[in-house]
């Protein structure tokens, strides 16, 4: 499926927007034959392509007396959905295809739907080579109660997020009985189906928003500081002021115990996400001149009686200076 096509139209609606930086969308993905990505792959027949079929499978079964395993993998382009995005829902809608020349779903045929995590190609990939897949999030797809079932409404939302969130790591899906001892199988049509409406067709809704991004300033008064949010797009915020404390108010005000340097850490947060900013914030307490002096004839001593001073600049009135 090097680019996707979306069955005739690509489908991008929005329902409504609630603010600026906020609006829903549905977007619908059923790619056809010439921008499809699916194949199957079998353990009976290790090097067969089958990128071009109409079907596509999940089966152990016997083929002329000898058992082998099928396995079905299909992509979906979402390189079409657009960053800074919060998934609210996707679902999957596979069917069965009725011009298989098989009997149609057949047995304990309950199945996973798994993320593929290494790249394959619709021409090439084959049962020796078929890439990886992981377990996180996999989708149980029920035994069927006919054999012409089609699967409509599969939620497939955390594997969505899952691919979203690591698209250098996703490359659709594998569907898979759980089981794979003889005799299951399920049979869906494909990309490459005849009928358009039979197609694989992925349905997801999401709010397209500004994710937040931390920014603070501050002022402060011998131990006490006033902390300014200057974030944007935050709905929540925590600080870490360095000693301990901490608040959840959008402008706090912190009294320090002691003098020094603090890490201090403000997390902002909306429905899209967090951001973290930190800053040293230094607490020094100012220095007080102060000095005596006494008179020898026309010669001048001065002791120096400053507190928490480490630069002096002396200026005599006369034109004179010192440091």
Not at 217 to 243: C, M, N, P, R, T
Not at 255 to 280: A, K, M, P, R, W
Not at 308 to 317: E, K, P, Q
Request: some cysteine; aromatic content about 18%; hydrophobic content about 35%.
């Amino acid at each position: 499926m090097k680019n996707i096509y979306l069955k005739q139209f690509f489908t991008f609606i929005i329902f409504f927007t609630f603010n600026q930086s906020f609006s829903q969308t549905t977007i619908i993905l059923q790619p056809g034959p010439e921008d499809g990505k699916d194949s199957f792959i079998q353990s009976l027949t290790p090097l067969n392509i089958n990128g071009n079929h109409q079907s596509m499978f999940a089966a152990a079964w016997t083929y002329s007396g000898y058992f082998g395993i099928t396995r079905g993998l299909f992509e979906f382009d979402l390189s079409v959905i657009p960053d800074s995005v919060q998934v609210l829902d996707a679902r999957l809608n596979l069917y069965y295809d009725p011009t298989c020349g098989h009997e149609g779903h057949y047995g304990e045929n309950e199945s996973y739907l798994q993320r593929i995590t290494s790249s394959w190609e619709e021409y090439s990939v084959n049962w020796n080579n078929h890439p990886s897949v992981t377990y996180d999030n996999q989708v149980r797809i029920q035994t069927s109660i006919n054999p012409t079932q089609n699967y409509p409404n599969i939620n497939v939302t955390a594997l969505i997020i899952d691919m979203i969130n690591d698209l250098e790591n996703s490359f659709g899906f594998m569907l898979k009985l759980q089981d794979e001892s003889k005799y299951r199988s399920l049979i869906f049509a494909s990309s490459d189906h005849i009928d358009e409406s039979l197609r694989p067709k992925l349905e997801i809704i999401y709010l397209l928003c500004e994710f937040p991004i931390a920014e603070f300033s501050y002022s402060f008064s011998d131990k006490e500081v006033i902390f300014f949010d200057l974030s944007s797009s935050a709905q929540s915020w925590y600080w870490d002021f360095g000693d301990g404390f901490y608040s959840d108010l959008q402008n706090p005000t912190h009294i320090y115990n002691n003098y020094g340097t603090y890490y201090v850490c403000l997390t902002v947060e909306d429905s899209c996400g967090t951001d973290t900013y930190c800053d040293s914030v230094y607490l020094c307490q100012s220095p007080i001149a102060d000095y005596d002096y006494f008179i020898i004839d026309k010669l001048v001593n001065f002791t120096n009686l400053s507190t928490d001073a480490f630069l002096f600049y002396w200026d005599f009135g006369d034109g004179y200076f010192s440091n």
